[in-house]
């Protein structure tokens, strides 16, 4: 894989960092590019190395198993980092990724006088990030380095880019929403998801391109906020861990995880009565039946986080799920233990803890649908079972497939 020395390129009032990509061997159509976007404003602070493109394509790289060319110059911290976060991702990943070499055309440290000092974290408007971008407001965080200033909300990782209306409508919320507490939203368009699309595993792929995101933005930003996905007693191999996050910062940019000692039922608990999270919450993967302020309230991940604000007595407070919420939503979630989930039975002891009684058979109800869930993908053939998957979710109707960007 070459990818080539990045540009700059000013567009329809847009900045936008980009690189070409040329593959080897691969069978798949992928953009011919992969790239950034900022508005205009935020020129200044645009990265014009290859940090960026290294950390976010390398997964990539390992899927189809070829070693890395860069054309233009790479921090030699980042570079040591890769060498560490492509082992650990081997070693968890033995089936589906390969050890590749990394060759950049010169290392060079990031300039101490190119760098900001701001603080800023990725945020999506869901349960982890509300909760990071709550816990470094100041009211939270004392130490001025780390309160957090800017809140980039990606396009092009979970929302498709050919899903303009329902990006638009959260961002123009969002701003409303954390402009007062002194957070300015930072809009980026990217197409890396395009990339892993049909080659790789979002939950593998997408860590070095949420560091990715940062480092495309390495002269605004010093600290760079990543929100964890599982807590210490959840943790399974995954694309963000803390353990590997911080091996994608450089000289000048460094990657915090954040809130890995915190369970999902506690971090809903220190949002339920944050006025933000009440207006913007948004969880949903249902994109067929989202709506543009409102989650869909039937997929997993809704059930899973009404089932939460309910148990904690706030669900009444948020304005993005649909009402009436009973018991039948509670008993309809099916968690997913194949993917290592414990956020049921954290629920369950923090009903009980609570005195909060009346939850605990419809809880039940859903833990047995998850056992039962597990026990049949155990028992299918392995074969039978990825055989299914594409026949349920065929590559060809994936919104991330590059067709629809033509």
């Not at 055989?387 to 497939?401: A, C, G, H, I, T």
């Amino acid at each position: 894989m070459i990818i080539h020395k990045p540009e700059v390129i000013f567009k329809d009032d847009k900045v936008i960092l980009s690189a070409r990509v040329e593959f080897e061997k691969l069978q798949i159509q992928k953009p011919e590019s992969a790239w950034f976007s900022f508005p205009e404003k935020y020129a200044p602070f645009v990265s014009d190395r290859g940090d960026a493109f290294a950390a976010s394509m390398l997964p990539i790289a390992m899927a189809v198993n070829e070693g890395i060319q860069m054309e233009s110059p790479l921090s030699p911290l980042l570079a040591c980092g890769l060498g560490e976060y492509q082992s650990a991702l081997k070693n968890w990943f033995p089936d589906e990724l390969h050890v590749v070499p990394i060759n950049a055309a010169a290392y060079e440290h990031v300039p101490e006088s190119l760098a900001d000092k701001s603080c800023a974290a990725l945020f999506s408007g869901g349960v982890d990030s509300s909760f990071t971008m709550r816990m470094h407001l100041p009211e939270y965080q004392p130490l001025s380095d780390f309160q957090v200033q800017y809140g980039i909300f990606v396009q092009g990782f979970d929302i498709a880019l050919q899903d303009q209306k329902f990006y638009d409508a959260y961002l123009q919320a969002f701003s409303n929403q954390l402009a007062p507490k002194g957070v300015r939203i930072v809009p980026c368009r990217t197409n890396l998801h395009y990339f892993s699309s049909g080659l790789l595993n979002w939950g593998i792929a997408h860590g070095g391109m949420l560091a990715g995101v940062g480092l495309a933005l390495d002269k605004l930003i010093r600290y760079f906020l990543i929100p964890s996905s599982y807590s210490l007693e959840e943790l399974i191999p995954w694309g963000s861990t803390p353990m590997t996050d911080h091996w994608l910062s450089t000289e000048t940019f460094k990657v915090i995880h954040h809130g890995v000692t915190f369970s999902r039922i506690e971090k809903v608990e220190a949002i339920a009565d944050w006025e933000p999270a009440q207006h913007i919450l948004r969880v949903c993967i249902n994109e067929k039946e989202r709506r543009e302020m409102q989650n869909c309230s039937h997929c997993e991940k809704c059930l899973r986080t009404m089932t939460m604000l309910e148990v904690c007595q706030a669900l009444g407070r948020f304005h993005t799920f649909q009402a009436p919420f009973s018991w039948a939503q509670i008993m309809r979630w099916t968690p997913n233990y194949d993917a290592g989930e414990v956020w049921l039975p954290q629920v369950l002891e923090y009903a009980r803890s609570k005195g909060r009684k009346k939850y605990i058979f419809p809880l039940y109800i859903a833990h047995l649908r998850g056992r039962a869930m597990r026990i049949i993908r155990r028992l299918t053939p392995r074969p039978l079972f990825l055989q299914l998957k594409r026949k349920l979710f065929p590559y060809e109707s994936n919104s991330f497939n590059p067709k629809y960007l033509e």
